[in-house]
């Protein structure tokens, strides 16, 4: 099971760290991956990072304002938002997937958890 939350409403230039729990499962096995959905709009690829923490991946338009980490001894993931705009509001989810694959297709995930809403005001 994937937890999602931090979400929450902040005005532009603010930060937020999201966070991701995970149970039943052996956290450390997992890349773990953030994806955002803005109403209207598809699903899209934030961030990821593989199973010790030591590769990180981003979508090039959230490089250097977001950092994705993960404590494996906590089976937790984070999200730190830094210098929000409103063009950053949306629903975001984490999810989970064995395999380091194609880390932004969200097909190849296997375990999501429920959105966490972040909404950024002008």
């Known amino acids: 099971q994937l937890q999602a939350s931090g979400g929450g409403l902040v005005q532009a230039g603010g930060s937020l760290r999201l966070s991701c729990a995970v149970s039943?499962?052996?956290?450390?096995?997992?890349?773990m991956g953030w994806f955002r959905q803005a109403p209207g709009k598809e699903r899209e690829f934030v961030a990821a990072?593989?199973?010790?923490?030591?590769?990180?991946f981003y979508a090039d338009s959230r490089k250097g304002r977001f950092t994705v980490s993960r404590d494996n001894a906590k089976n937790t993931m984070y999200l730190e938002m830094n210098s929000l705009s409103p063009e950053d509001t949306a629903d975001y989810y984490c999810?989970?997937?064995?395999?380091?694959?194609?880390?932004?297709?969200?097909?190849?995930?296997?375990?999501w958890g429920q959105g966490t809403l972040v909404t950024v005001s002008s």
């Open positions: 990072i593989s199973w010790s923490g030591r590769s990180t």
């Open positions: 999810a989970a997937k064995r395999e380091i694959g194609d880390v932004k297709n969200a097909d190849e995930y296997d375990y």
């Open positions: 039943g499962r052996t956290f450390s096995s997992y890349v």
